[in-house]
């Protein structure tokens, strides 16, 4: 009886042995597992998920990664491609526009010279009208497609109170048309960040267009000494859906025809250019854009 005893516990022992050491093996394989797929996503490589370990269910599971990381990286591949693409489409679409632009505007110049009726001068101005925006709205795809390539000014130590009333103040005349009179709080201490001026004063710019466009009629500005710059307007035409996706390039709220929905998207890439932060976020019927720089 003690011998089958002994039998017994001797197998058992063994059996624990063999289970812990096929739990050691699972949980090296299931690391190198882990190891390896957390690399192939942070580096663009062919190589795939292999182990030292031969048990089949995890070899399966290797294999199965792999044909998901395969598929995975085709995908990759075709964003990447079908970006540049876009990159290059952008770069060209506004240079072939800005050309003849240029021409047109530069025979409307010629044609308000000559005597015309009053009729034709009335079409001449509505043309010159919709030539001024197609022009707009080509200089901000150029715009966007330099950004897109890299290309940036050197960084300089910038007074943001300065650059910040200059924007308010080029604006004047539209917020006079509109019927908006700006609040505007600007902390007396001189806020000196190390920026890009010309990226900065364009992307006040293309936020304070952003609240002509969609202002109920307000409009408030504030400066603070941490660098934040609180832009904010009641716009009861926009939702939290349509703000989450203002920056997001080429997106117009009701499918605005005068805008090319680049606006926002060219201020967050120039924002985080300079090393800051652009968030929006809506409250009450009220828009809220602010920048951490």
Not at 24 to 35: D, M, Q, W
Not at 169 to 188: C, H, M, N, S
Not at 249 to 266: C, D, E, K, M, P
Request: aromatic content about 8%.
């Amino acid at each position: 009886m003690e011998i089958w005893l002994l039998v017994l516990v001797s197998l058992m022992a063994v059996l624990i042995v063999f289970l812990l050491v096929k739990i050691y093996l699972l949980k090296k394989s299931a690391k190198e597992i882990v190891t390896a797929f957390r690399d192939r996503l942070m580096t663009d490589t062919n190589t795939l998920i292999d182990i030292s370990g031969s048990d089949r269910q995890m070899k399966r599971l290797a294999n199965n990664i792999n044909t998901e990381l395969r598929v995975l990286r085709a995908q990759r591949q075709r964003y990447l491609q079908g970006d540049l693409e876009l990159k290059e489409a952008v770069t060209n679409i506004s240079h072939d526009l800005r050309t003849p632009l240029t021409a047109i505007c530069g025979y409307l110049d010629l044609l308000e010279q000559e005597e015309t009726s009053p009729v034709a001068d009335r079409y001449i101005e509505i043309i010159r009208n919709r030539t001024e925006l197609m022009k707009s709205l080509t200089d901000e795809l150029f715009s966007y497609s330099v950004l897109l390539a890299g290309e940036s000014n050197e960084k300089t130590e910038v007074v943001v109170n300065s650059v910040l009333e200059e924007s308010i103040a080029a604006y004047y005349t539209a917020f006079k048309e509109r019927g908006i009179e700006p609040d505007i709080e600007l902390v007396e201490q001189k806020v000196i960040r190390v920026v890009d001026r010309f990226a900065l004063s364009r992307v006040f710019a293309n936020l304070v267009n952003n609240a002509l466009k969609y202002s109920d009629g307000d409009f408030h500005i504030r400066l603070f000494e941490n660098g934040e710059i609180l832009f904010r307007n009641t716009a009861s035409n926009l939702d939290e859906v349509s703000v989450g996706k203002l920056f997001d390039r080429f997106y117009t709220v009701n499918n605005a025809h005068h805008s090319t929905g680049l606006g926002l998207a060219i201020a967050r890439m120039l924002v985080r250019q300079m090393g800051g932060e652009i968030s929006a976020y809506y409250t009450g019927n009220t828009l809220s854009v602010k920048i951490c720089l």
